[in-house]
């Protein structure tokens, strides 16, 4: 039965305190108050626009000089690359999903490549060279002159991620990376976009923002012709 596949819970206990009972008959304490995970959703949704507030006064220039040289490196037949750890992992494929696949339009499938997919790829390099030198290894073998490199990293600190942007400029590939307030710690990058937040969650969703933006401005450049 479904119902005995899910686990059920239930409040056991006298008035001031709370059991939460799971199917498995495992007790988890806990303290019970029903405003807390609305005021945590508060929380995080006016935290989340405070830092929405401060890229929206601060981050334009930047953000479009990105969409221009994302679609200057396509129109002259370069191709993107891009690659980060975790969550920042998982954008860098969403954004060459969208770029292979389409935004919101269907429109031609776009030159991009996402170096954090490829299990063989990835544990060969991890096990033979280092995970440091996960995405400088690909990088080297896969980039060209007049492509555009997009490297992902919360902190600004990751050591795969600052080498990749390093063998990407050595390639002659035009370097951006995402980052958080702190900049890049190490290295540099022809296009820095640092969200003003030392948040990881924050800096992560204002990334996501920040490819959807790019995206947006390609499709445009396709739509018009330009691309």
Not at 21 to 26: D, E, F, P, S
Not at 105 to 115: I, K, Q
Not at 199 to 211: R, S, T, Y
């Amino acid at each position: 039965m479904v119902a005995a596949a899910v686990a059920e819970s239930r409040i056991r206990g006298g008035a001031g305190a709370a059991v939460r009972w799971l199917r498995t008959g495992v007790a988890s304490p806990q303290s019970y108050n029903p405003r807390m995970t609305a005021q945590r959703f508060a929380d995080h949704f006016q935290a989340h626009q405070k830092v929405i507030d401060a890229c929206i006064a601060s981050l334009g220039p930047a953000s479009d000089a990105v969409a221009s040289a994302l679609i200057g490196c396509i129109s002259s037949g370069g191709k993107i690359l891009a690659f980060g750890n975790g969550g920042s992992a998982t954008q860098a494929s969403h954004l060459v999903e969208e770029l292979i696949g389409r935004f919101k339009e269907t429109r031609r499938s776009l030159p991009a490549v996402s170096l954090v997919g490829d299990s063989g790829v990835i544990t060969c390099i991890a096990n033979d060279f280092g995970y440091g030198a996960l995405f400088e290894r690909q990088v080297e073998g896969l980039a060209q002159r007049g492509d555009a490199v997009v490297g992902i990293t919360t902190s600004g600190r990751s050591e795969n991620v600052l080498r990749g942007l390093e063998a990407a400029k050595k390639k002659g590939a035009t370097t951006i990376v995402l980052c958080g307030k702190h900049g890049l710690m190490a290295g540099d990058a022809d296009h820095v976009v640092a969200v003003p937040s030392d948040e990881g969650a924050h800096i992560q969703e204002v990334h996501l923002m920040l490819l959807h933006v790019w995206c947006a401005a390609i499709d445009a450049a396709v739509t018009t012709g330009a691309l």
